[in-house]
T-cell receptor, first 114, second 112 residues
Framework: ETGVTQSPTHLIKTRGQQVTLRCSSQ?????VSWYQQALGQGPQFIFQ???????GRGNFPPRFSGLQFPNYSSELNVNALELDDSALYLC?????????????FGPGTRLTVL | KNEVEQSPQNLTAQEGEFITINCSYS?????LHWLQQHPGGGIVSLFM???GKKKHGRLIATINIQEKHSSLHITASHPRDSAVYIC??????????????FGQGTILTVHP
């Protein structure tokens, strides 16, 4: 158990819809990172939030957006869903954004887009 | 070519065998992480390395910064070690700066 939780566990949406995924970080962790993991692939970095501000972004279009709240929770929002968005979405929290800060991963949300 | 390459992609071993998983990367890094992912998705951080070697129980991780290469070793492997092992690097510059880039993972199966 890492102390990081995600909801929902599974989600099915149709193309064009919008989705919000939620993550609850460990208490005291001011940094959260979001990753997309397609089947059979390693995770890919979507973006990171540090003290409620975006602190880096991977190669994902603007329809992927996020929020981080003062209570250690965060959201990943995806608009205009596409079939290729079907994946496991992982969040990871850490004490800070440094490369030496251990990231604690949540169990993931499996999103299926039909 | 991916920035982080792992080998082998699949590895099958008998219980008790010594296992090595390799990771090569092509970008400058500030740290390298080894992660373990069990079926169902949960990821656990095993090691964070910026130089040298670390040991935790039956697991040993090494890194050679000059050669841009890291290895994860498992001594006396056990069926409960069966999982996907992922190497991830924290970029130190360029387009990789400040983000974790992951390898594809190595699927390890240890038979009793």
């Amino acid at each position: 158990e890492t102390g990081v939780t995600q909801s929902p566990t599974h989600l099915i949406k149709t193309r064009g819809q919008q989705v919000t995924l939620r993550c609850s970080s460990q208490s005291g962790h001011n940094t959260v990172s979001w990753y997309q993991q397609a089947l059979g692939q390693g995770p890919q970095f979507i973006f990171q939030y540090y003290r409620e501000e975006e602190n880096g972004r991977g190669n994902f279009p603007p329809r992927f957006s996020g929020l981080q709240f003062p209570n250690y929770s965060s959201e990943l929002n995806v608009n205009a869903l596409e079939l290729d968005d079907s994946a496991l979405y992982l969040c990871a929290s850490s004490q800070g954004p440094s490369s030496t800060d251990t990231q604690y991963f949540g169990p993931g949300t499996r999103l299926t887009v039909l | 070519k991916n920035e982080v390459e792992q080998s082998p992609q699949n590895l099958t071993a008998q219980e008790g065998e010594f296992i090595t998983i390799n990771c090569s990367y092509s970008v400058g890094i500030s740290a390298l992480h080894w992660l373990q992912q069990h079926p169902g998705g949960g990821i656990v951080s095993l090691f964070m390395l910026s130089s040298g070697k670390k040991k935790h129980g039956r697991l040993i991780a090494t890194i050679n910064i000059q050669e841009k290469h890291s290895s994860l070793h498992i001594t006396a492997s056990h069926p409960r070690d069966s999982a996907v092992y992922i190497c991830a690097v924290f970029g130190a510059g360029g387009t990789s700066y400040g983000k974790l880039t992951f390898g594809q993972g190595t699927i390890l199966t240890v038979h009793p």
